[in-house]
């Protein structure tokens, strides 16, 4: 490719990027700040066509029953790890891409997509989601599953303690290595009690109570992090299933799983609820 045809590329790029910083700017109600927001032609395209298509005109269902229907959307979405990784060369920039996603990523576009009514509140809902304060900014991000409702405004509750009475609460130092030193260098150690049901624990009587869109953690018993994969709950045809954007080899994608094969034989869950 020449450098001419670079320049007019970059050229072209420039006000596609500057008009999305003027719409965040003049319909966002919960700060003054500007971003860029780094997002291609095509994922565009996508979160202008979802919401028109699919969130408006199924905006009576419960929350839950949305969750689901949005996140039915990106089935087969291909796994893609580090999306959100800041190059030091390039200013700090929201994110959106269609294109692959990881397990937290995944859940960030659906819950984000499932609360807009455009294109702007929903740059908007992801900040709010992805972010402290809607803050763009490494050190600010929300980066544990705890984090949606340890932190104000809370993006979902806790209803784990509810659904068993095997729950189990521990004392965690989110952040921290078990040999010392911190997963994320500089963020700090972050102290709090996360609870889960151990995976021998969940009955009939949890199955039961688990609710379509209701986000499940597979716990993790590492002094540092609170859970080591996410998803969402899926009850349809009298099966329970969980969908992720798994990183496994034989998937690499997003999928169904049937939700207590693939949970058998990890520690436990932690369960997160949006209403």
Known sequence: MSHNNKDKKSMLKRPFIALLIILLAACSTHHSDEYSISISERTLEKVNSIIESEIKPNAYLTSGD???????????????????VHHSDQPYALV?????????????YVVALSQASDTPSFFS??????????????????HFFSDWYALSPQIAIDITEKMS???????????????GGEYI?????????????PSDKITQSVLDNLQNGDLVGVYSPKIGLDVTHTGIIVK????????????LSKYNKVVDLPFMDYIRSKPG???LRIE
């Open 269 to 271: 869950i932690v369960v």
């Open 66 to 84: 949305l969750l689901v229907h949005t996140s039915r959307l990106f089935m087969d979405t291909p796994y893609q790890a580090n999306t959100l």
């Open 96 to 108: 959106v891409n269609f294109d692959g996603m990881d397990c937290f990523t995944y859940l960030d």
């Open 125 to 142: 809902s992801l900040m709010n989601i992805r972010y402290k304060k809607s803050h763009i900014n490494f050190y600010d991000r929300k």
């Open 185 to 197: 260098q500089g963020l700090g150690v972050i102290p709090r009690m996360i609870t889960y049901i």
């Open 165 to 179: 009475p095997d729950a189990i609460t521990v004392p965690k130092q989110l952040n921290q290595k078990v040999e």
């Open 236 to 247: 349809e045809y009298n099966q329970i299933l969980y969908r992720n954007a798994s990183s």
